[in-house]
Structure formats: C-alpha cells, structure tokens
C-alpha cells in the first residue's frame, strides 16, 4: 500500500506559498522572542528533593521502520539534555523552542519519523513531539496553565492521549507552573521520564475527562474532546482544553524509506536531505 501524498504531491504554488507563510511566522515568533525575556531558560544547580509529577512514556512503536526508531530515540535523548534540570516559575514559563533550540544535523540531531498530512516521512529532528507530549501531560496533569498549544491532527499512540506537536520556531508549546519547580528528563531503558520537582508537595487536585466519538461514516476519524477540573483552596476550575478532530495511524505504515512509490521526487528528497536510502525491497 503506498503513502498517502497528499503533501508531498501537492502543486510547485501550494508548496511555495506554504514556506513564505512558513518564513512569515518565523519572523513574527522571532520578534515575539525579543519582547518576551522570561521564557529564557535557566538552570537550576540542583533538584529539589519533592517530585510533583511524572510521565513516562513508551519509547517504541511495535512495527516502526527500526530506522527512524533507532533515530526518534536519539534525538529525544539529545533534545532532553536541554530540558533536564530547567528551572520554572510563574514568572518563568517553559517555551519548548527557547529551550530546546534549532534542530539541525550541526547540533546532532538526525533522522526519524515525522507525520506530514498523513505521510510518516523521514526529517532531521523526528520524534522529539514525543517529548513535547510528555511535556504537555506534565502541565495538564499538574494543573499548570497552558499558554501555548498546537494538537496532532494523526495519532499512532492512543487517540484521546494528552499531545502537544511542535515545529521551529512558530509552533511552540508554552506553559506555566503555579509555584517554583525544576524539571528533569531522560530516556531509561525503553522509556522517557519526565518529571518536576518542588520544595512542597501540590496543593490541588487535577481530574482529566475525555470523550472520543467517531465521525459518521469515517471510521477512522475522531472528535476527542478533553476536559480539566482543577480543585484548589476549595475552588474548583473546570475547562476545555482541546477540542479537536484526529485520525487514527497505524506505526507500521509505509514511509518513505519502505514506500514502492520509488519515482516520488519529494520523497526521494527528503530521503538526500536526511543521507538515507530506500530499504532494498522498496525497489
């Protein structure tokens, strides 16, 4: 079955149109970033001793191309050298991007899998949403108002999971914790950690609800709409924190390294970019 090419066909004018769009966000997070010095990272010397919470998260995908998997943990490792040990208050949000950084080949990060429109294709810097996914379960689940969040429109994990995608600079994930905490992050085994730390325990209680239905006449389709209810000093706040619809991907997939689509110039550079080649049975 090949991939499907939604994007990756799409006209020379849509594609161009696409990157100045691309370079106009870019220019306008950049200038944000001058007006907006809290979001700088700092580091703390050392953890506090009390965890307020902890996300783990499954590194490996059953039928991934071993690939883009073997790069997806790479570069989640990589990008959790500049998350682990981040000091945060309200004062000092969290910017995934002003933390983290430009993903590049000159910085070490390299190839894995990326969703593009329904295309599991291979880009430098691929898999790290996993760790803005972590992230962003870490913030809900803490109670931490969320400044800045962008949805998945595909899932390959469960379709109603706490997700956060990023892409540098423009699509940001952005939160603040309600008291001083330090985060710290890493991949063990095969599982990512996430945690933050405080000098005190919580003070509220943080309940999440979801609902999932699906589209009428597409199977594969959902609406998931979540929920939050905070209970702090005998208040409680109860809202929306996503509303969206998601479509339901299978890991296993073709992509463009296993795809038969071998005449697909977008694929094929994607592929040059990434110093990748097909796998042996694609041709």
Known sequence: MAVPTRLLHQSPLRSAVRR????????????????????????????????????????VRIGAHP????????????????????????????????????????????AGMELQAGCAVPTIGGGIC?????LYQLAVEAGWAIVERHGHTAAVAAIDALDATVAYPHVD???????????SAGVRGDVLVVSAWATTALDRTVTIERDVSELPGVPILY?????????????????????????????????????????????????????????????
């Open 130 to 134: 996993l760790l803005s996914n972590a």
């Open 223 to 283: 609406r998931v709409r979540i929920h939050r209810t905070v209970v702090h000093g005998g208040q409680t706040e109860r809202s929306l924190i996503s509303d969206e619809t998601r479509r339901k991907l299978d890991a296993s997939q073709p992509t463009c390294l296993s795809c038969n689509e071998t005449s697909c110039d977008a694929g094929n550079r994607l592929l040059q970019r990434a110093g990748l080649r097909r796998d042996p049975v694609a041709r």
């Open 67 to 110: 690939e883009l998997e073997r790069g997806k943990r790479h570069n989640v490792s990589l990008a959790c050298t500049a998350i682990d040990g981040l000091a945060l208050s309200p004062a000092q949000p969290f910017s995934f991007w002003r933390a983290v950084g430009p993903v590049n080949q000159q910085r070490g990060f390299i």
């Open 20 to 59: 100045v769009r691309r370079v106009q966000l870019a220019g306008m997070r950049f200038g944000r970033w001058l007006i907006e010095p809290n979001y700088a990272p700092q580091y703390a010397s050392e953890l506090p001793n009390v965890c307020v919470g902890t996300v783990r998260s499954p590194m």
């Open 173 to 183: 994930l952005r939160f603040a914790p309600t008291g001083p905490v330090v985060l």
